[in-house]
């Protein structure tokens, strides 16, 4: 088993009901145990576009990286048939941001996540759920990476409106 | 004198026929069947500990297993092992692993399957209305290059009457399936955007598809080519990355619910040991596959010889092609015109067709289900005659 942490983020529709769905979906191959609060976030890159919501999740998955890889954009498809661009609108977005303490750079996979560093949005929720974890490409614990972040538009919501129900 | 002679047997079938022709019973042939064929398995990796105890099980049974001397001597470490035995030595030691802790009943559920698919006869497939009865005959894909640089000189670019001309010809020769490509795959050759892929490969397609019934492949590894490849009437994906280089060809394939090529590639020609370096990296294209909701009914293998191997490696591959019967899936083969041979012979892409026939006739005895050629007039009779050998398929041709 290898433990994996996931970042989803819904800019779409019902965006809360996306999470769920596709935290839901996870479950299939992923045994989830930590769910961070739902947060509304800035679109970065592409400004011209409604608010996130983004959330962090841990777990055990039998899957190699490759294969959650191929599981999440399965996902993605089923719950968004949307084009999309980079950074633009989409239904739902699953990002694997650490495997298992590996570091993997393939074609069409890099982990950690290369935005894993740099944006809020990813690392505001993760830093709930799993300060301690490790970026394995400098040993910096994710509480350190965001310490390092400057400020960005992102905030939790109130307790509660920040938990997805039924998951 | 009692004519003492060692017979040519390899499979199941021909052991049968040997004991019909004796004379042996039935209960007698089903005794004794199992105990015909000997079997070398190579597992890796085993936790030393488990493998002194397959090593004493399958000595037991009356076979043997070859560990390591090193790891031998280190509780701690691993070690490859060697497995040697009849299907009836392998098939106790099966059931004996099972009862073991260890995870020896994850090695014995692997083993059983192994030794099931490299022996068993695969199902057929049935595509466009075509019934492919694999083992039953080889099957012969044309290739047709929509490329401007092609390496073997064939691309024929925008010229889209050529290409169905080409495409007709083709099926005229023989060949149960056209594989179409717009981007050129020689080592060193620089990526095409989808966009002009698209823009070479959608309107050969369309037209091609007009003039010719058999299945039609579209040799791609970029999932918004597949897609909008078969939606032009393609009927099956030949990704020469195994779906690895793009995380929606899995879905697109899967969704589509058509038939794809999984070949073997990597960067570079460096492997820890070659054969079992390929096997494992298919196995991952197909829990790829698996994942994405691909039955496995619709799967195909090709080890990619050409890519990502030296020529000797490349030579290997084709030696001991029959490894991946083990894998349970139709194999494809494509050596056509390709450098290895150019490398033997001295001789340009365009001339290097007796090569291709000789690589061509030797898959086919190893177990090659499907030859992707250039030449399909002459290599579809090379696989006429090495049939007839291999398969003993001459009636029909007589």
Redesign the interface.
């Known amino acids: 088993m290898a433990r994996v942490f996931l970042s989803l983020g819904s800019n779409v529709g019902d965006r809360r009901e996306n999470l769920r769905r596709a935290i839901n979906r996870l479950r299939e ?1 992923v045994a989830i145990d930590a769910l961070s609060s739902v947060y509304d976030t800035a679109p970065v890159g592409l400004l011209d576009q409604p608010r996130f919501l983004n959330l962090a999740c841990a777990g055990e998955t039998k ?2 990286a ?2 959650l ?3 999440a ?2 996902i993605e ?1 089923q719950l968004g048939r949307l084009p999309t661009v980079p950074y633009g609108p989409r239904v739902i977005d699953i990002d694997i941001l650490l495997y298992d303490g590996v570091v993997v750079h ?4 890099t982990i950690p996540h290369p935005r894993l560093r740099e944006r809020a949005f990813v690392l505001a929720p993760l830093a709930e759920i799993a300060p301690d974890a490790v970026d394995p490409t400098d040993g910096r614990t994710i509480a350190e990476l965001w310490r390092a972040l400057p400020a960005q538009d992102v905030r939790p919501l109130a307790e509660d409106e920040g938990r997805l129900a039924d998951v | 004198m009692w004519n003492a002679r060692v017979l040519s047997l390899t499979s199941r079938a021909q052991v049968e026929a040997e004991m019909a022709a004796v004379g042996v019973d039935p209960l007698g042939v089903r005794i004794m069947l199992p105990k015909a064929l000997f079997r070398v398995v190579k597992v890796e990796g085993l936790p030393t500990n488990a493998a002194n105890i397959v090593k004493q099980e399958m000595l037991a049974k009356g076979g043997e297993a070859a560990l390591s001397w090193a790891g031998s001597l280190s509780a701690s470490a691993k070690t490859d092992v060697l497995l040697m035995g009849t299907a009836r030595h392998f098939a106790r030691l099966v059931a004996r692993l099972r009862m073991h802790p260890f995870g020896l009943r994850d090695l014995a559920d692997e083993l059983r399957e192994a030794l099931d698919q490299y022996e068993s006869p695969l199902p057929p497939s049935v595509w466009r209305g075509t019934t492919f009865t694999w083992g039953s005959r080889t099957y012969v894909m044309g290739i047709v290059n929509v490329t401007p640089d092609s390496f073997s000189g064939d691309g024929l670019g925008a010229d889209v009457p050529a290409v169905v001309a080409q495409a007709v010809r083709m099926v005229e020769e023989g060949a149960d399936l056209i594989d179409v490509g717009g981007e050129s795959t020689r080592p060193g050759h620089k990526s095409v955007s989808v966009k002009e892929e698209l823009r070479r490969v959608l309107p050969a397609l369309h037209a091609v598809r007009q003039a010719v019934e058999v299945p039609l492949s579209i040799d791609t590894y970029k999932s918004e080519v597949a897609a909008a490849a078969l939606a032009a009437g393609a009927d099956l994906v030949n990704d020469i990355w195994g779906l690895r280089r793009d995380p929606h060809m899995a879905h697109v394939v899967a969704e589509a619910k058509v038939p794809v090529i999984l070949m073997h590639n990597q960067e570079g020609t460096q492997y820890t040991d070659l054969m079992a370096d390929i096997m494992r990296s298919l196995r991952e294209s197909i829990a790829l596959a698996r994942v994405a909701g691909i039955p496995e009914s619709n799967i195909l293998l090709d080890p990619g010889i050409g890519f990502g191997k030296r020529r000797e490696q490349n030579l290997e591959v084709l030696a001991r092609l029959d490894e991946l019967r083990v894998l349970g899936r139709p194999i494809l083969v494509g050596t056509s015109r390709k450098s290895t041979l150019g490398h033997i012979l001295g001789t340009p892409p365009d001339d290097r067709l007796e090569g291709t026939a000789a690589t061509a006739a030797l898959a086919i005895a190893k177990g090659a289900d499907i030859l992707r050629v250039h030449d399909v007039k002459q290599i579809v009779r090379v696989a006429r005659v090495a049939d007839a050998v291999e398969r003993g398929r001459w009636q029909e041709y007589s």
């Open positions: 191959n899957l190699k490759h294969e890889l191929i599981f954009k399965g498809r393939l074609d069409d996979l």
